[in-house]
Protein backbone atom coordinates (compact mmCIF):
# COMPACT_ATOMS: atom_id res chain seq x y z
CA UNK A 1 0.00 0.00 0.00
CA UNK A 2 1.12 3.44 -0.58
CA UNK A 3 -0.60 6.50 1.06
CA UNK A 4 -0.66 9.53 -0.83
CA UNK A 5 -1.34 13.07 1.10
CA UNK A 6 -2.04 16.09 -1.15
CA UNK A 7 -1.47 19.74 0.12
CA UNK A 8 -1.39 23.26 -1.80
CA UNK A 9 -4.66 23.81 -2.78
CA UNK A 10 -6.48 27.33 -2.11
CA UNK A 11 -7.93 30.18 -4.10
CA UNK A 12 -5.52 32.67 -6.74
CA UNK A 13 -6.21 35.10 -8.93
CA UNK A 14 -5.99 34.38 -12.53
CA UNK A 15 -2.27 34.74 -14.01
CA UNK A 16 -1.02 33.44 -10.55
CA UNK A 17 0.52 30.48 -9.01
CA UNK A 18 -0.08 27.78 -6.65
CA UNK A 19 2.39 24.61 -6.06
CA UNK A 20 0.78 21.86 -5.10
CA UNK A 21 2.49 18.80 -2.62
CA UNK A 22 1.87 15.03 -2.56
CA UNK A 23 3.66 13.30 0.38
CA UNK A 24 3.82 9.28 -0.11
CA UNK A 25 4.40 6.71 2.83
CA UNK A 26 4.34 2.91 2.84
CA UNK A 27 5.74 1.46 0.19
CA UNK A 28 9.43 2.53 -1.72
CA UNK A 29 8.23 5.78 -3.25
CA UNK A 30 11.14 5.40 -6.12
CA UNK A 31 9.23 2.38 -7.37
CA UNK A 32 6.43 4.26 -8.47
CA UNK A 33 5.78 6.82 -11.41
CA UNK A 34 3.78 9.82 -9.95
CA UNK A 35 1.26 11.68 -11.27
CA UNK A 36 -1.32 14.45 -11.21
CA UNK A 37 -4.87 14.14 -12.40
CA UNK A 38 -7.66 16.48 -11.95
CA UNK A 39 -11.75 16.85 -12.00
CA UNK A 40 -13.80 19.63 -12.81
CA UNK A 41 -17.38 19.66 -11.76
CA UNK A 42 -19.11 17.48 -13.81
CA UNK A 43 -16.25 16.31 -15.82
CA UNK A 44 -14.50 12.78 -15.77
CA UNK A 45 -10.98 13.39 -14.09
CA UNK A 46 -7.92 13.91 -16.43
CA UNK A 47 -4.46 13.73 -16.75
CA UNK A 48 -2.34 16.84 -16.30
CA UNK A 49 1.18 15.57 -15.44
CA UNK A 50 3.61 12.34 -14.75
CA UNK A 51 7.25 11.87 -13.84
CA UNK A 52 9.23 8.85 -14.05
CA UNK A 53 10.56 6.81 -11.26
CA UNK A 54 14.02 8.41 -11.22
CA UNK A 55 12.57 11.96 -12.44
CA UNK A 56 14.25 11.64 -15.76
CA UNK A 57 10.97 12.15 -17.95
CA UNK A 58 8.28 13.85 -17.25
CA UNK A 59 4.82 14.11 -19.14
CA UNK A 60 1.82 17.01 -19.81
CA UNK A 61 -1.48 17.39 -20.92
CA UNK A 62 -0.99 19.78 -23.42
CA UNK A 63 -3.64 22.01 -21.94
CA UNK A 64 -0.94 22.89 -18.84
CA UNK A 65 2.26 22.36 -21.38
CA UNK A 66 4.51 25.57 -20.77
CA UNK A 67 2.94 26.41 -17.76
CA UNK A 68 2.92 23.50 -15.49
CA UNK A 69 6.30 21.84 -13.93
CA UNK A 70 6.05 18.20 -11.85
CA UNK A 71 9.06 17.15 -10.25
CA UNK A 72 9.93 14.88 -7.08
CA UNK A 73 12.35 14.50 -4.62
CA UNK A 74 12.40 10.54 -3.84
CA UNK A 75 14.65 11.42 -0.85
CA UNK A 76 11.61 13.36 0.44
CA UNK A 77 8.86 10.92 -0.66
CA UNK A 78 7.50 13.72 -2.85
CA UNK A 79 6.12 14.57 -5.60
CA UNK A 80 5.67 18.40 -6.54
CA UNK A 81 3.44 20.27 -9.22
CA UNK A 82 4.04 23.74 -9.61
CA UNK A 83 1.41 25.61 -11.81
CA UNK A 84 1.55 29.22 -13.17
CA UNK A 85 -0.02 31.66 -15.43
CA UNK A 86 -3.65 29.68 -14.05
CA UNK A 87 -6.41 30.18 -15.70
CA UNK A 88 -10.34 29.77 -14.45
CA UNK A 89 -10.23 26.49 -16.76
CA UNK A 90 -7.67 25.52 -14.34
CA UNK A 91 -10.38 25.37 -11.45
CA UNK A 92 -10.66 21.67 -10.18
CA UNK A 93 -9.64 18.97 -7.46
CA UNK A 94 -6.29 17.82 -8.42
CA UNK A 95 -5.06 14.47 -7.10
CA UNK A 96 -1.89 12.75 -6.99
CA UNK A 97 -1.31 9.35 -7.60
CA UNK A 98 0.97 6.32 -8.20
CA UNK A 99 1.91 3.58 -10.73
CA UNK A 100 3.79 0.84 -10.82
CA UNK A 101 5.06 0.47 -13.93
CA UNK A 102 6.77 3.17 -15.09
CA UNK A 103 5.23 4.52 -18.22
CA UNK A 104 3.36 7.29 -18.69
CA UNK A 105 -0.51 6.42 -18.88
CA UNK A 106 -3.52 9.44 -19.20
CA UNK A 107 -6.31 7.10 -18.09
CA UNK A 108 -6.57 6.80 -14.33
CA UNK A 109 -7.67 3.43 -13.88
CA UNK A 110 -4.04 2.55 -14.33
CA UNK A 111 -3.09 4.31 -11.30
CA UNK A 112 -2.86 2.09 -8.78
CA UNK A 113 -2.94 4.80 -5.86
CA UNK A 114 -4.59 8.11 -5.10
CA UNK A 115 -4.84 10.54 -3.12
CA UNK A 116 -7.91 12.49 -1.27
CA UNK A 117 -7.44 15.79 -3.50
CA UNK A 118 -6.72 19.07 -2.91
CA UNK A 119 -8.92 21.79 -4.56
CA UNK A 120 -7.69 24.61 -6.74
CA UNK A 121 -9.99 27.51 -7.32
CA UNK A 122 -9.10 30.24 -9.99
CA UNK A 123 -11.07 33.30 -9.94
CA UNK A 124 -11.17 35.37 -12.96
Known amino acids: QVQLVESGGGLVQAGGSLRLSCAAA????????MAWFRQAPGKAREFVAAITRNGGRTFYADSVKGRFTISRENAKNTVVLQMNSLKSEDTAIYYCAARIYDYAAIGSSNYDYWGQGTQVTVSS
Open 26 to 33: GRTFNNYL
